[in-house]
């Protein structure tokens, strides 16, 4: 057991690039989230798999995010046309249940 | 909707103190309640949970109590040492159709010094 990987671990970027995210989850955890994260606040909830389906969205997760799940394994966030507003660190966490997080480590993405 | 709301930091103690991080929280439902911890340059930790009023987590010294009647679940710590420096967070879940997305508060930094 590795624990959560996520990768890049640091993007820079130029505003209107696109950027994608990955993350492992831990092996046999069928549920996978995706939170943002700024600096000073608390980790915000974007998107949650259970296995490959997407089941909810939070509306921060704008037109411009998609996230996908194939095969219920790892997991890509991927942002279209980035804005300096997208500067945060995206955080990947998988659980086996309902509670009982692991989080990865982070993404941190500079818009710049 | 459903909130968290933490005291505001940083809170800075000397090695031993007693710790108090104030956590009162707004949910529909009965929610489960946790607190997470992140040290410098690492990922989110859980620290200790409660699902169930009345519950008390505990984890390496550290104990929060499920408070429904005051809806609050206030970390403690009797006595603090220099590796608990670290930023502090208050969650819920909330156990209405349960996806296990959480709700944060926006993190409390403790700062202890020798």
């Known amino acids: 057991d590795t624990g959560v990987s996520q990768d890049p671990r640091h993007k820079i970027t130029k505003r209107g690039q696109n950027v994608t995210f990955r993350c492992d989850p831990i092996s046999e955890h069928n549920r996978l989230y995706w939170y943002r994260q700024t600096l000073g606040q608390g980790p915000e909830f974007l998107t949650y798999?259970?296995?490959?389906?997407?089941?909810?969205k939070s509306r921060l997760l704008s037109d411009r995010f998609s996230a996908e799940r194939p095969k219920g394994s790892f997991s890509t966030l991927e942002i279209q046309r980035t804005e300096q507003g997208d500067s945060a660190m995206y955080l990947c966490?998988?659980?086996?249940?309902?509670?009982?997080?692991?989080f990865g480590s982070g993404t941190r993405l500079t818009v710049v | 909707g459903n909130s968290v709301t933490q005291m505001e930091g940083p809170v800075t103690l000397s090695e031993e103190a007693f710790l108090t991080i104030n956590c009162t929280y707004t949910?529909?439902?009965?929610?489960?309640l946790f607190w997470y911890v992140q040290y410098p340059g690492e990922g989110l930790q859980l620290l200790l949970k409660a699902t169930k009023a009345d519950d008390k987590g505990s984890n390496k010294g550290f104990e929060a109590t499920y408070r429904k009647e005051t809806t609050s679940f206030h970390l403690e710590k009797g006595s603090v040492q220099v590796s608990d420096s670290a930023v502090y967070f208050c969650?819920?879940?909330?156990?209405?159709?349960?996806?296990?997305?959480?709700?944060f508060g926006q993190g409390t930094t403790l700062q202890v010094k020798p």
């Open positions: 798999f259970q296995n490959e389906a997407q089941l909810e």
């Open positions: 949910a529909t439902g009965y929610p489960s």
């Open positions: 969650a819920l879940s909330n156990g209405s159709g349960n996806t296990g997305k959480l709700i």
């Open positions: 966490a998988s659980s086996p249940g309902l509670g009982g997080y692991t």
